[in-house]
């Protein structure tokens, strides 16, 4: 099993930037494909971003594509969302999770969650 932490997030103004991490222990996170999914109330939660093992592999939908990256730092077991140019509708509960699988963006396919990092961006 793998236990995971989201931090870094906050409240801010459209067009900042915030960096969101997390943090796993448990398992090295190199077993591991990672995904960020992110829940606004009363929505779903959606998939935000995923990045394969060995970082070969990335995704992103077109609502944050060219604004967020996402990296990971198998070494410091570490997932980072880097996110630019903040709209206030990338409003949301962040959620950093964990997929044993090959499919990155389905969400279904990730296995372990963190409690999630909220996100305020203001307008």
């Known amino acids: 099993q793998v236990q995971l932490v989201e931090s870094g997030g906050g409240l801010v103004q459209a067009g900042d930037s915030l960096r969101l991490s997390c943090a796993a222990s448990?398992?090295?996170?190199?077993?591991?494909?990672m995904g960020w999914f992110r829940q606004a109330p009363g929505k779903e939660r959606e998939f935000v971003a995923a990045i394969s093992r060995r970082g070969g592999s990335i995704y992103y939908p077109d609502s944050v594509k060219g604004r967020f990256t996402i990296s990971r730092d198998n070494a410091k077991n570490t997932v980072y969302l880097q996110m630019n140019s903040l709209k206030p509708e990338d409003t949301a509960a962040y959620y950093c999770?964990?997929?044993?699988?090959?499919?990155?963006?389905?969400?279904?396919?990730?296995?372990?969650w963190g409690q999630g990092t909220q996100v305020t961006v203001s307008s």
């Open positions: 448990g398992r090295t996170l190199s077993n591991y494909v």
């Open positions: 999770a964990a997929n044993i699988g090959v499919i990155l963006t389905t969400m279904s396919e990730y296995t372990y």
